[in-house]
């Protein structure tokens, strides 16, 4: 199978979670200029796949939407809604959770990449020169507002998370 796509995508898994790894050494004290750039690759990230990937997968599925998309995507929303509050110790741990989980449904064999690779095999320079071409989403301050983080809190819960029992 033609590796370059999940190569592209992997490679940037890596780049985000070094990002957020810099960002929150010390938990009790967040480094907000990695923060910021983890937040913008990790919007940028998903975007890329909700616009180009999945889409181009599901087209080549004959329309049809791929079984893991539905849970892929709530996580996505999920994962975006955990962009909006400012960033805490129990929010940073559920963060990671949520993201361990989904970029192994999207990494492992016969998970997400791999099948969208086997679908799209005849573009996959098409794709790549798409992907190349994307913006950066830009990152908006954060939300201190308790309605924000309650908003992260049931995108989680739609996705299959409960926030309070993975941040205990
Ligand atoms: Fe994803
Ligand atoms: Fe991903």
Request: glycine share 4%; with cysteine.
């Amino acid at each position: 199978m033609n590796r370059q796509l999940y190569r592209f995508f992997t490679k940037d898994h890596r780049r985000i979670e070094e990002l957020l790894e810099l960002a929150t050494k010390n938990p009790d004290e967040i480094q907000m200029e990695y923060y910021q750039g983890f937040r913008a690759g990790l919007l940028t990230h998903i975007k890329m796949e909700e616009k180009i990937l999945f889409p181009a997968a599901q087209k080549a599925n004959g329309g049809v939407p791929l079984p893991i998309a539905a849970k892929l995507r709530l996580e996505h929303g999920a994962l975006t809604a955990l962009m909006v509050p400012p960033p805490t110790p129990s929010l940073i741990k559920v963060l990671r959770h949520v993201l361990d989980k989904h970029d192994i449904a999207e990494e492992e064999p016969g998970g997400m990449y791999d099948v969208c690779s086997a679908l799209t095999q005849n573009q996959t320079t098409e794709l790549l020169e798409q992907l190349a071409h994307v913006s950066e989403v830009p990152v908006h301050p954060h939300h201190p507002a308790a309605f924000a983080l309650e908003a992260a809190k049931r995108a989680l819960t739609r996705a299959g998370y409960d926030f309070d029992t993975v941040a205990q």
